[in-house]
């Protein structure tokens, strides 16, 4: 059996867009029987909330689309350019962000992609931070993740990878 493909999502708090990311290609995965070939994680690029569960109301909206939202925040850290095959960062300030991360890795192996790249059926270059906004943030960030993440599954069984 080949090793399992390790996926990182990104964001600033860990507590709204990364853990959606996570589990909406968790969700996927159980849908499409590949839960055995990933490994899944997510983490922020700030400490504030660290070993929080992820925000109520992304997780009422995630719920409402029969996504189980799991996992306590963290903060990302150099190792995780080793230890990951791709690190997926929410928006661009994640991205800036995340390249000083990979700095401070002694063998970054890990591609770093602006998430949006993956998507097929949106325009929009960035998953807009929902956290200080209404209900409708939350759904675009559902909508954004289940498009890249639906994308990057095609593309991974056509081993046709960004
Ligand atoms: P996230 O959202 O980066 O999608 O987890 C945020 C969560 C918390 C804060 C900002 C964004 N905050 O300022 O505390």
Redo the contacts with the bound molecule.
């Keep these: 059996m080949t090793s399992p493909t390790r996926l990182l999502f990104v964001?600033?708090?860990?507590?709204?867009?990364?853990p959606s990311g996570e589990n909406v290609m968790r969700h996927l995965l159980k849908e499409e029987n590949l839960t055995e070939q990933f490994v899944l994680d997510s983490a922020?690029t700030a400490s504030?909330?660290t070993g929080k569960s992820p925000d109520s109301r992304m997780t009422a909206a995630a719920r409402a689309r029969g996504i189980e939202m799991t996992g306590r925040a963290r903060q990302v850290k150099p190792e995780d350019f080793a230890e990951f095959d791709y690190i997926f960062a929410?928006d661009r300030s994640n991205y800036e962000d995340l390249l000083e991360v990979k700095d401070r890795c002694d063998h970054p192996g890990a591609q770093l992609l602006l998430f949006c790249e993956l998507c097929e059926e949106h325009e929009e270059e960035e998953v807009p931070?929902?956290?200080y906004g209404g209900p409708a943030g939350f759904e675009k960030v559902l909508d954004l993740l289940a498009d890249g993440c639906g994308a990057f599954l095609r593309r991974w069984r056509e081993k046709d990878m960004p």
């Design positions: 964001c600033l708090g860990n507590i709204c867009r990364s922020g504030w909330h929410m931070d929902p956290y």
